[in-house]
C-alpha cells in the first residue's frame, strides 16, 4: 500500500511528486506514456508568468505567483534553464490601454513585485523590433525556462529521493478499498494507495470520473506554435504579449532559453496537437502585428499543445472523492503554478490526515548538475575532453551536442527510451536540421545503451517507430551498422 | 590545461572532407601548399558521396560512369603519398578572420589551429518539414530524403513501405528508385512546381521507369497518424501555390519524404563575420573563389548547391590552389567587377570579378527562375551593351548552367556585368 499514487508525470504530477518525496511517504507515480513530460508540458509558450492575468481571489492568481517565486529557487537548485526576461503587455491602439491598466491593478493586488507601464517610446527603445505602441505593462518577474527540463529535474529528483515511476503506466480503472484508499487498475497490474493525486492533464476529466460522476468539463484547447532558428532569436528580449481584442486573445512573442523565438499560440477548441493551415495562418498573422519584420521563413518547427481548460475558469483543485484528490484544469498559468499547486496540494493532503514528515536533509538526493558543453569555455572543454573523450565527439552539429552529454542522460534516474527522449533531456535534435543529421547518430547509441535492437528504438511515444526492418543485403547480425 | 595553438602554422586548413574538401585539398598540395589538414567530422572521408550508392558520378570530370563512394575513392587514394594530414571525427566549433580554427575531436581533444589560408567546404543540408510548414500530426516517418538514404544505404536499413515523396529535387527522386529496388511501394512523387527541381535524367531513370506518378504542380497540405504516419492528403496548388480546396487526393502510406532544397551550412562562416549572399546561401566569392575575408575560400555546395559532384570538383580545385598561392604570399588584388542577375537569373557565382586576378578568363555559374525552351540567349552585358550572347534551346532552375567569358571581354567591362536570359521569337 503506497502513502500517495500520483496519477500523471507532466509538470503537476512531477511537482507534486517532487515535494512529496522529501517527506516520509511511499509514493508513486503512474505515467501512461513512455516518458515523463510527454504532454501538455511539453508543448506549450514556455513561460514562467508573474502573476498579473488571473483575477485576484482565485486559485490561479495565488498559485501562479507563490508557483513562480517558488521556480525560480527550484530551477536555481536543480539546475533548469531559466532567464528572467520580464515581459512586456502591449496596447497598439488608445482603446487599449485600460486593459493594460486594470492588468497593472491586478497585478498589485496579487502580490506581482516591479510593475510599471511604460509609455510607447518607452517600449521603443526597450524593444526596437515591435510596432509602436501606446503603452505596455511592464512585469520584470515573467522568465522563460525549458519546461519538459524543468518537470524531469523535478520527476528525476522525485525519483532519487524514493518515488517509484511507472512508465507506459495508463490507469484504466479505480475503487475505494474497504478501510480507506484506492485501488487503481493499470496497464501494469493493481496499485493500492491510501491517497490518490490526479494530475492527468487533459485526461483529468476522465480520471475524476473513475472516482465520481463529473463535476467539471473540460474542454481541451489547441494552441499552435512556430519555433524560429537562432538566426531569429534576437528578434525581442522580453515576452511580447498583446491585449485580449475581439478577435480573440493575442499571441506571443518570445525568446527561449535556448537562443530560439517563439511565436504562438492560437485558441481553438481541439483535443488534437495537429497542425493547421489556418491555425498557422492565424498566428503568423497576428504575431505580426506585434513584430511586423517577423521572418517566419526562419521556421524550424511548427507544433500545437492542448491546454487542458474547464468550464471553470479557474484551477480545478478538488477532493473527487474521499482520498482522490484532483488537481485538474492546469491551463496557463499552471507550468508556472505547478510547485505551489504541489504545495497546496500537500496542505489538503495532511489536512485529510496524511503525516507529511520531512525526511532528515543528509538523506535527500544531492540535486542534479548538467554538463553543457556549449556553455564551457575553451579551457573547459579542453579539460572536460581530456578526462572523458566523450565529449570531444559532437553528434548534434546543430546545437553543438556531444556524445557525452547523450551518455549522461541515458545514465540519468529516468533514462530516455527515444529519439525525442534524448532531445528533451540532452538538446540533440532541437536545431535548425531537426534531427536530420543526429537522429541515426542518436538512435544507434540509444540502441547500444539501452541494449535494443535500433528497430525498437521509437521516434518518441510507444509505436512511433522509425526503422521498419532491414534492407535486402544488409549485414546479417542483428543491429550493426556498417 | 587548455585550448592553445599546438601544432604549428597550416599552409591551408581545409574544412569538410566531402568532395569539394578532397578536390581542394589535393589542388593546394598541387599548388604548392606544404602543411595542409582536412578537418572531417565524420568517421571516414568522402561525405554525402558515401551514401550515393547510385552511379552516374564523374561524366564530366572522369568521362565515366562511377557511384558516389567510387567516385569519392579516386579522390581519397590520390591522398596517399601527398603528405596532406587528415583529422576524422573532427568537429569545427568556430573560426576566426585571423584564419584560426577551433575544433574537438575525441582523439585529439579541443585544437587550436592556425592556417595561412583556410577553404570552406562543409557542403550543405537538407530543408526540413518546419521550414516549409505542412500542417498536420507529428508523426514518426517523416525523413529528409539524404536521412532515409542514409539509413538505407549505410545502415541497413528500410525506413518504411508505403512511401510518398514530397519534392523532386535529385535525392527525392534517387531515393524513389532506391525504396522501390528495397521492396517499398513508392505511391507518388509531389511537387509544388510545375517543373521538377531534379535533374531530368533522374525523372526518366527514378520514377518512369518504375511507374512512379508526378504530380506537377501539387503540395501535401494534411499529414494524419498520431504515432507513425497513416496518410497523407495532397492537393493541387495554383500559380501562387496555394491549395485548390476540393482537389485533395489521399495517400495510404505510412512514410513521407521530404527533398524540398538544400541549404549552404554556412553557421561557421556566418559567426566569422564573412557576408552571405541572400540567393545562394553562401558566401559571395570572387572569380577565385575567395570569400570577402582574405586568405578564407569557399567551394562546393556550402557555397551554392550544384546538381553534379563534377562542377564541385571542378570549383573547389581552383578554391583549393587560389588558398595554396595566398598561403605562399601572393594576393588577387584589383577592382572588382560585380556580376549582377537580370531578368530570368536567380543567381550567379561568383558574385564579383578582379580582371587582374581572372587569368584567361573566367567561368560564370548560375540558375535560371524558371523553365525556358526554344531559341534562347544567355546575354552577359555591361553598362547597357552586350558583352557576349550564348545560345540554348533549354534552360531549367533544376539544372546549373555556365558560361565562360574570356579576359578580353572582362576587360571591356565596367563596373558591373549583368547575366540574363533572352527568348528569341522568331
Same mark, same amino acid.
Request: hydrophobic share 40%; charged share 20%.
Given at each position: ?32 506514456e513512455?516518458?515523463?513530460a510527454?504532454?501538455t ?24 505567483v ?14 533548469v ?47 526596437p523590433?515591435?510596432?509602436p ?6 512585469a ?19 525519483v532519487?529521493?524514493?518515488?517509484e515511476?511507472q ?7 479505480a ?5 480507506g ?7 501494469? =497490474?493493481?496499485? #493500492? ?7 492527468a492533464?487533459? /485526461? $483529468?476529466?476522465? *480520471?475524476? @470520473?473513475? &472516482? %465520481? ?8 484547447c489547441?494552441g ?15 515576452v ?9 486573445k ?18 481553438e ?15 503568423a ?14 521556421s ?21 472523492a474521499? =482520498?482522490?484528490? #484532483?488537481?485538474?484544469?492546469m491551463?496557463?498559468?499552471g507550468l508556472? /503554478? $505547478?510547485?505551489? *499547486?504541489? @504545495?497546496? &496540494? %500537500? ?84 536545431g ?5 543529421f ?21 521516434? #518518441? ?16 547480425k542483428?543491429?550493426?551498422a556498417? | ?10 599552409d ?21 601548399a ?26 564530366h ?21 601527398t ?9 569545427v566549433?568556430d ?12 582523439q585529439?581533444g ?29 508523426p ?10 542514409r539509413y ?7 525506413v ?6 514530397l519534392?523532386?529535387?535529385?535525392i ?45 504542380s ?12 497513416e496518410?497523407?492528403?495532397?492537393a ?25 532544397g538544400?541549404?549552404p ?25 575567395e ?16 546538381d553534379?559532384?563534377?562542377y564541385?570538383?571542378?570549383?573547389s580545385q ?11 604570399g ?11 542577375n ?16 581572372a ?34 534551346e ?33
Amino acid at each position: 500500500m503506497y502513502d500517495v499514487a500520483i496519477i500523471g508525470c507532466g509538470v503537476v504530477g512531477a511537482a507534486a511528486a517532487q515535494y512529496l518525496a522529501r517527506r516520509r511517504l511511499r509514493l508513486c507515480v503512474l505515467e501512461a506514456e513512455n516518458d515523463v513530460a510527454d504532454g501538455t508540458t511539453k508543448a506549450n509558450s514556455a513561460i514562467l508568468h508573474a502573476g498579473y492575468d488571473p483575477a485576484p481571489g482565485t486559485l490561479m492568481a495565488r498559485l501562479n505567483v507563490r508557483g513562480a517565486a517558488l521556480a525560480r529557487e527550484l530551477c536555481a537548485v536543480l539546475d533548469v534553464p531559466r532567464k528572467e526576461t520580464g515581459s512586456l503587455v502591449l496596447a497598439f491602439a488608445p482603446e487599449e490601454v485600460p486593459h493594460v491598466e486594470e492588468l497593472y491593478r491586478r497585478g498589485l493586488a496579487n502580490g506581482v513585485e516591479g510593475l510599471r507601464i511604460l509609455s510607447g517610446e518607452e517600449v521603443a527603445a526597450l524593444e526596437p523590433n515591435l510596432a509602436p505602441v501606446q503603452a505596455a505593462l511592464l512585469a520584470p518577474s515573467a522568465a522563460i525556462v525549458n519546461p519538459w527540463e524543468y518537470a524531469l529535474a523535478l520527476a528525476e529528483n522525485a525519483v532519487e529521493n524514493g518515488a517509484e515511476l511507472q512508465l507506459n503506466c495508463p490507469v484504466t480503472g479505480a475503487q475505494p478499498l474497504d478501510g480507506g484508499g484506492w485501488r487503481l487498475h493499470t496497464a501494469r =497490474g493493481e496499485v #493500492d494507495a491510501r491517497f490518490v493525486v490526479n494530475a492527468a492533464g487533459v /485526461a $483529468a476529466q476522465r *480520471v475524476h @470520473e473513475m &472516482a %465520481a460522476p463529473a463535476n467539471f468539463r473540460t474542454v481541451p484547447c489547441r494552441g499552435e506554435y512556430y519555433l524560429l532558428d537562432k538566426s531569429a532569436g534576437g528578434t525581442v528580449q522580453h515576452v511580447i504579449f498583446q491585449c485580449p481584442s475581439k478577435e480573440g486573445k493575442g499571441v506571443l512573442v518570445a525568446p527561449t532559453v535556448h537562443g530560439n523565438l517563439i511565436v504562438g499560440p492560437n485558441a481553438e477548441d481541439a483535443d488534437s496537437t495537429a497542425n493547421t493551415a489556418q491555425g498557422l495562418a492565424q498566428v503568423a498573422e497576428k504575431a505580426r502585428r506585434s513584430v511586423p519584420g517577423l521572418d517566419l521563413s526562419a521556421s524550424i518547427r511548427n507544433f500545437a499543445g492542448v491546454r487542458a481548460n474547464t468550464d471553470r475558469g479557474d484551477f480545478v483543485i478538488q477532493w473527487a472523492a474521499p =482520498g482522490f484528490l #484532483d488537481l485538474a484544469g492546469m491551463q496557463s498559468p499552471g507550468l508556472t /503554478a $505547478a510547485p505551489a *499547486v504541489a @504545495e497546496y &496540494a %500537500a496542505g489538503l493532503l495532511e489536512e485529510a490526515g496524511l503525516v507529511l514528515a520531512e525526511k532528515p536533509a543528509e538523506t535527500l538526493a544531492v540535486p542534479r548538475k548538467k554538463i553543457r558543453f556549449r556553455e564551457l569555455s575553451r579551457s573547459e572543454q579542453a579539460a572536460l575532453i581530456a578526462r572523458q573523450p566523450a565529449y570531444g565527439r559532437v553528434i548534434c552539429r546543430c546545437e553543438t551536442i556531444t556524445e557525452g552529454e547523450i551518455l549522461a542522460a541515458c545514465r540519468e534516474p529516468i533514462p530516455p527510451c527515444s529519439i525525442d527522449g534524448v532531445k528533451r533531456r540532452a538538446g540533440a535534435g532541437m536545431g535548425r536540421c531537426q534531427g536530420g543529421f543526429c537522429s541515426p547518430r542518436v538512435l544507434e547509441i540509444l540502441s547500444r545503451e539501452l541494449g535494443r535492437s535500433p528497430l525498437d528504438i521509437p521516434q #518518441d511515444k510507444a509505436g512511433s517507430f522509425i526503422l521498419t526492418g532491414r534492407t535486402k543485403q544488409a549485414p546479417a547480425k542483428g543491429g550493426e551498422a556498417q | 590545461m587548455s585550448c592553445a595553438v599546438n601544432s604549428g602554422m597550416y599552409d591551408v586548413i581545409v574544412i569538410g572532407g566531402g568532395p569539394a574538401g578532397l578536390a581542394a585539398a589535393l589542388a593546394a598540395r598541387e599548388a604548392g601548399a606544404q602543411r595542409v589538414l582536412i578537418l572531417e567530422r565524420d568517421g571516414e572521408l568522402g561525405g554525402i558521396l558515401n551514401q550515393c550508392i547510385h552511379n552516374g558520378f564523374g561524366l564530366h570530370y572522369f568521362k565515366e560512369e562511377l557511384t558516389g563512394p567510387e567516385y569519392a575513392g579516386r579522390f581519397i587514394a590520390r591522398l596517399a603519398g601527398t603528405g596532406i594530414e587528415v583529422r576524422l571525427n573532427t568537429m569545427v566549433l568556430d573560426i576566426t578572420r585571423d584564419r584560426q580554427v577551433c575544433a574537438v575531436s575525441r582523439q585529439y581533444g579541443c585544437q587550436m589551429l592556425q592556417s595561412r589560408a583556410i577553404v570552406l567546404a562543409m557542403g550543405c543540408r537538407e530543408r526540413t518539414r518546419g521550414a516549409i510548414g505542412i500542417p498536420g500530426t507529428r508523426p514518426a516517418g517523416i525523413f529528409t530524403a539524404g536521412t532515409a538514404q542514409r539509413y538505407v544505404n549505410m545502415e541497413g536499413y528500410m525506413v518504411g513501405r508505403r512511401v510518398l515523396i514530397l519534392g523532386s529535387g535529385d535525392i527525392g527522386l534517387i531515393m524513389a528508385r532506391r525504396m522501390t529496388l528495397e521492396g517499398a511501394k513508392v505511391l507518388a512523387c509531389i511537387e509544388v512546381m510545375p517543373y521538377s527541381g531534379g535533374l531530368n535524367r533522374n525523372i526518366v531513370q527514378c520514377l518512369q521507369d518504375f511507374d512512379i506518378p508526378l504530380y506537377l504542380s501539387h503540395t501535401i497540405v494534411d499529414i494524419r497518424g498520431e504515432r507513425r504516419v497513416e496518410k497523407a492528403v495532397v492537393a493541387r496548388v495554383d500559380e501562387h501555390r496555394r491549395p485548390i480546396p476540393g482537389t485533395e487526393i489521399g495517400f495510404d502510406c505510412d512514410t513521407i519524404l521530404l527533398s524540398v532544397g538544400l541549404i549552404p551550412e554556412n553557421e561557421l562562416t556566418r559567426t566569422a563575420g564573412i557576408p552571405l549572399d541572400g540567393r545562394t546561401k553562401g558566401a559571395y566569392v570572387y572569380e577565385n573563389m575567395e570569400t570577402r575575408a582574405p586568405g578564407i575560400f569557399a567551394c562546393g555546395n556550402v557555397v551554392h548547391v550544384h546538381d553534379l559532384v563534377d562542377y564541385v570538383t571542378a570549383e573547389s580545385q581552383r578554391a583549393g590552389a587560389a588558398a595554396a598561392r595566398f598561403a605562399a604570399g601572393a594576393r588577387a588584388e584589383g577592382p572588382a567587377l560585380t556580376v549582377e542577375n537580370g531578368a530570368g537569373v536567380s543567381y550567379t557565382v561568383p558574385q564579383a570579378i578582379r580582371p587582374a586576378a581572372a587569368g584567361k578568363g573566367v567561368d560564370i555559374f548560375f540558375r535560371v527562375r524558371a523553365v525556358y525552351s526554344g531559341d534562347l540567349r544567355i546575354v552577359a552585358e555591361s553598362g547597357g551593351a552586350p558583352l557576349a550572347a550564348f545560345r540554348r534551346e533549354h534552360l531549367a532552375p533544376g539544372e546549373m548552367e555556365h558560361i565562360t567569358l574570356p579576359k578580353a571581354l572582362l576587360d571591356k567591362a565596367a563596373g558591373s556585368i549583368t547575366m540574363r536570359i533572352e527568348e528569341v521569337h522568331s
